[in-house]
């Protein structure tokens, strides 16, 4: 996978792997994914602000990786 940023935004980021665990990350602002539809036809999905950092983190699991890898700053705990 190749992503390329041009702009980023700062998160408050969580996951329901991890009750009540908030961090800040930075995620890119739009992300464009390449990807196979049902058909196995190649399609192109963009997401920006939410959806983009949507995106990124499920992809991540997919690598086997979690939000708090990515983590600036610990926020505590969800209220």
Known sequence: ?????????????GCISFPNRLVKTIRPQKITIRALNEYGKEIFVTGEDEMAKCFCHELEHLDGEIFLDRAIEE?????
């Open 1 to 13: 996978m190749n992503i390329f940023v041009l702009l980023v935004q700062e998160c408050i980021e």
């Open 75 to 79: 926020i505590g705990l969800e209220v």
